[in-house]
Structures are given as structure tokens and as C-alpha cells.
């Protein structure tokens, strides 16, 4: 099992930034790729950005350019900076991790990040 706790959300205006935290514990030796994904009400859940354990990370053309995701292996924990934030970035915002062994995949309990002036 793992388990996943995220921290930093909160209220910012637009153009301002965000650190999202999240820190896994437990069978840490099975993920593979950590990622954060967001939810807007009415919306479906869509991928933010993603890290495999090499390096490799991936975003979508909405965030390209204004989000970093990064990885820390020695604390198994993945962050999520988030510069010139739009009002269209307001939702709340998961982690994800996903594993080689059943279940195969994690999520945190969300943190609500709202950008407005």
C-alpha cells in the first residue's frame, strides 16, 4: 500500500504561483510514475503533469510552459510548481501515483487551489 499526503493549495490571483507538495509513504519501492491531475466542477478529471522515475515528465499544452513538475526521490515526493496562474486553473487538484504491483495506481485527497482576484 501506499499512502499520499498533499499540502499547499490555497487562494492566489491570477498571474501569481503555487507549490503543490505531495509526499508518499509505504511500498514506495513500486511507483514508477507520479503525477497530479485537477478537477474543475462540471469537468472531467485531466492530467496536469506526470514524472517517470527517470526524469521524463509530460504536460499538456494548457499548462506547457507555466508548470513544473519535479521529484524528489530521496523523500519520495513529487511537487508541482505553478507560475501565471489563470482563473481557469481553479480545481482541485490530486496526485497520483501508479505502481508495478496491484493496485496499480493511488490517489491523494485533493487540495483546492482557486485563482481569482
Known amino acids: 500500500q501506499v499512502q499520499l499526503v498533499e499540502s499547499g493549495g490555497g487562494l492566489v490571483q491570477p498571474g501569481g504561483s503555487l507549490r503543490l507538495s505531495c509526499a508518499a509513504s509505504?511500498?514506495?519501492?513500486?511507483?514508477?510514475?507520479m503525477g497530479w491531475y485537477r478537477q474543475a466542477p462540471g469537468k472531467q478529471r485531466e492530467l496536469v503533469a506526470s514524472i517517470i522515475v527517470g526524469g521524463t515528465t509530460h504536460y499538456p499544452d494548457s499548462v506547457k510552459g507555466r508548470f513544473t513538475i519535479s521529484r524528489d526521490n530521496a523523500k519520495n515526493t513529487v511537487y508541482l510548481q505553478m507560475n501565471s496562474l489563470k482563473p481557469e486553473d481553479t480545481a482541485v487538484y490530486y496526485c497520483?501515483?501508479?505502481?508495478?504491483?496491484?493496485?496499480?495506481?493511488?490517489w491523494g485527497q485533493g487540495t483546492q487551489v482557486t485563482v481569482s482576484s
Open positions: 497520483n501515483v501508479k505502481t508495478l504491483v496491484a493496485p496499480y495506481e493511488y
Open positions: 509505504g511500498s514506495v519501492f513500486s511507483i514508477y510514475t
